[in-house]
């Protein structure tokens, strides 16, 4: 079975600062992804940042970075540069095999402070 | 692009009564569609997964006859709740996926409300 786990249900960063969310997963799929999504408090979910596991690279995109560990099953966002719209919650996902079901994990609420 | 809409974003209605809710990929063909449930503060729940032209597929516990999918195009899936008590009040996501591709695009949600 996959679980995904997210250790910190609250964390709190000040306005240009750097934050890391935490992710551990666990998947008996070969082949599979893993995705960040954030939740406003409009209550939609972004896509935030995606990772093919069978890329090495850690995947970017402008202020929001991934620390990958695969051996570890490791998948931490980093927020740098902080804004007061990043404030929301944050969830770690994993996918694939035949289906594409997503396992989320349970978030975490980050809060910017100005 | 990648673009999900859900209709209505806002329902209430009386007990032992049905809903629909709608999910429409905008811009983009979505060979299989979810749908989620969510309580306050809590992570989504998968309820069910349908591929467009066949029967969902229902997560373990989840009522087929209760929730009844409907996924009868590449760009529209539908979620029914029948005969809806206030136990079935909650946030509906649905989200879509194209072809081969892996990510999931979410739609901007329901709020059922069972009076």
């Known amino acids: 079975a996959q679980t995904v786990t997210q250790s910190q249900p609250e964390m709190s960063v000040q306005e240009a600062e750097t934050v890391t969310l935490s992710c551990t997963y666990d998947t008996s799929e070969s082949d599979y992804y893993l995705f960040w999504y954030k939740q406003p408090p409009s209550r939609q979910m972004i896509l935030v940042i995606r990772?093919?596991?069978?890329?090495?690279q850690n995947a970017t995109e402008n202020r929001f970075s991934v620390n990958f560990q695969k051996a570890a099953k490791s998948f931490s966002l980093k927020i740098s540069d902080s804004q007061l719209g990043d404030a929301a919650m944050y969830f770690c996902?994993?996918?694939?095999?035949?289906?594409?079901?997503?396992?989320f994990g349970t978030g975490t609420l980050l809060a910017v402070q100005p | 692009g990648a673009v999900v809409s859900q209709h209505p974003s806002w329902v209430i209605c009386k007990s032992g009564t049905s809903v629909k809710i709608e999910c429409r990929s905008l811009?983009?063909?979505?060979?299989?569609m979810f749908w989620y449930r969510q309580f306050p503060k809590q992570s989504l729940m998968l309820m069910a997964t349908s591929n467009e032209g066949s029967k969902a597929t229902y997560e373990q516990g989840v009522e087929k006859d209760k929730f009844l999918i409907n996924h009868a195009s590449l760009t529209l899936s539908t979620l029914t709740v029948t005969s809806a008590h206030p136990e079935d009040s909650s946030f509906y996501i649905c989200s879509a996926r194209e072809g081969g591709l892996e990510t999931q695009y979410f739609g901007p949600g329901t709020r059922l409300l069972v009076l």
């Open positions: 811009d983009f063909q979505a060979t299989t």
């Open positions: 990772q093919e596991a069978y890329k090495q």
């Open positions: 996902a994993s996918g694939g095999g035949a289906t594409n079901k997503l396992i």
